[in-house]
């Protein structure tokens, strides 16, 4: 039996420091509907979809900073989002800061979701690869401050059975680092979805910033092909608050095509019909990860943070 799916990018426009959760959520359903009315069975929406992008601004109250996480989920103003999954038997990721308490502690994460068609929520991933700095930069126009605001992750790469297939997460600059791509693979997952904010104004770096889109989409392609996954990453992208925010939702495949991308930065649903058995086919030749890799040459990669030369390093 095939296991052919559709499946969609729900890209979100600008989110307004001011607009309501109940506003998101509104523009969130639309696009769930269209997709459903498009046969899709999958919907990926951004990281941190229900507000602004706040780590872009230093907010010294910590109860202005509260105000920009979530305390439970689903709660009054996501539940239309589970209502819809359930009536229209569509699935569904959502990023969204979250505030929890956990062996007494107080813990903020960037979270992720997963939702079934049931409208369950089936799995959770915070982000490890948090990016910016804790303290503010100088002479920033804006700042990015998820190293102060959020912790990283501590639930690993979960990967969870869904929709006939496994899926894993990951969240924004997750994207450009190979391990968590490869931790999910690991574990046999098939498809993999993001969310992200990617500003292309980071002022002072403008030689970056006009790569922003080709980094973001050669992070997808090398991703999706190195580890033999379909993948959707979704936008929240134009200019918020001042600040420019890349588009370019995609969707895909496991020999790194793109079969989908997003043309506007604005709300924007793109759909692609996955044949997810197409990932075997490489898992089985190029990337048969059991007859080609090699752990035991891949100690450093667990053990060492940041890049050392070897004490015996010679030129030669
Ligand atoms: N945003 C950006 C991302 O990784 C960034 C941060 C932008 C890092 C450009 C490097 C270059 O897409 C988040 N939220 O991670």
Redesign the pocket.
Known sequence: MTRKYIVSSAQMGPIARAETRQSCVRRMTDMMQEAAARGSRFVVFP?LALTSFFPRWMIDDPDELDMWFETSMPNIDTAPLFEMAKTHHIGFSLGYAEKTVENGKTRYFNTAILVNQNGEICGKYRKVHL?GYHEPQPNRHHQ?L?KRYFEQGNLGFPVTPMLDTRIGMLI??DR?WPEGWRVLALQAAELVCLG????DD?SGFAD?DAL?DFHHILSMQSGSYQNSVWSIATAKCGAEEGSSLIGNSVITAPSGQVVAQSNTLEDEVIHAEIDLDMAQQYRQTFFDFARHRAPECYRLITERKGAEPEPDDTLC
């Open positions: 990281e990016p990015h998820e924004c600059n450009r992200y904010n990617t500003p980071h970056v922003a």
